[in-house]
Nanobody
Framework: QVQLTESGGGSVQAGGSLRLACAAT????????MGWFRQLPGKAREGVGF????????QLADSVKDRFTISQDNHLNTGYLQMDNLKPEDSGIYYC??????????????????WGQGTQVTVFS
């Protein structure tokens, strides 16, 4: 059974940075892709990005690609979402997600069936 545990959320001033972590059990980062999502207030959950190819490749949504970075530590079996130059409109709940099929990830949530508990990110101006 896949279990994803997120940490690292919090409050930060605009322009600041946060790093989210997603520790996994029952799931191997080295042999699967992993997605990150967020749900902003009043909006549907949206894809932030995903990492695949053992951590060698990433794809990020256009809205964050110049500010966010996805990485992973295969030894710790933990993924990371580094968020820099945060803006108030980035405030929301952030999730990591494991895919239904190990090598198929996308920015759409329909490709995932295991989710972290979510962590709140608040950016104030």
């Amino acid at each position: 059974q896949v279990q994803l545990t997120e940490s690292g959320g919090g409050s930060v001033q605009a322009g600041g940075s946060l790093r989210l972590a997603c520790a996994a059990t029952g799931f191997e980062y080295a042999s699967s892709c992993m997605g990150w999502f967020r749900q902003l207030p009043g909006k549907a959950r949206e894809g932030v990005g995903f990492i695949w190819y053992g951590g060698a490749k990433t794809q990020l949504a256009d809205s964050v690609k110049d500010r966010f970075t996805i990485s992973q530590d295969n030894h710790l079996n933990t993924g990371y979402l580094q968020m820099d130059n945060l803006k108030p409109e980035d405030s929301g709940i952030y999730y990591c997600a494991a895919p239904i099929q190990a090598h198929i990830c996308a920015l759409s949530s329909r490709f995932y069936n295991s989710w972290g508990q979510g962590t709140q990110v608040t950016v104030f101006s």
